[in-house]
């Protein structure tokens, strides 16, 4: 295979070529910027969840009060929302 010389030319070309796309690069650039928009939704999830935060781990006065019941022999479970309990949290109770 046989190259000849292309001359200036083409060099010229790329180069005009080259400058335009960098000149229209810095327009875009310097007129666009970045930004994210937060939905309604998003925003009343953020409202949940900070409110979740302050919620403690624990509900201390639920747990003092069943500690008590258990004490004096006055806790009586109930099976049927146990069953739930069990039903629900293994998604026992949804049709497929």
């Given at each position: 295979?046989?190259?000849t010389?292309?001359?200036?030319?083409?060099?010229?070309?790329?180069?005009?070529?080259?400058?335009?796309?960098?000149?229209?690069?810095?327009?875009?650039?310097?007129?666009?910027?970045?930004?994210?928009?937060?939905?309604?939704?998003?925003?009343?999830?953020?409202?949940?969840?900070?409110?979740?935060?302050?919620?403690?781990?624990?509900?201390?006065?639920?747990?003092?009060?069943?500690?008590?019941?258990?004490?004096?022999?006055?806790?009586?479970?109930?099976?049927?929302?146990i069953?739930?309990?069990?039903?629900?949290?293994?998604?026992?109770?949804?049709?497929?």
């Amino acid at each position: 295979m046989k190259i000849t010389h292309l001359g200036s030319g083409m060099i010229d070309t790329y180069k005009a070529q080259h400058d335009k796309n960098k000149n229209i690069k810095q327009n875009n650039s310097a007129q666009e910027r970045d930004r994210a928009e937060i939905s309604s939704a998003g925003k009343e999830l953020q409202t949940y969840r900070s409110k979740l935060k302050e919620m403690p781990d624990v509900r201390q006065e639920r747990v003092e009060a069943l500690k008590t019941q258990i004490k004096n022999g006055d806790y009586e479970p109930s099976a049927e929302k146990i069953a739930e309990g069990i039903l629900r949290e293994r998604h026992l109770d949804t049709k497929v």
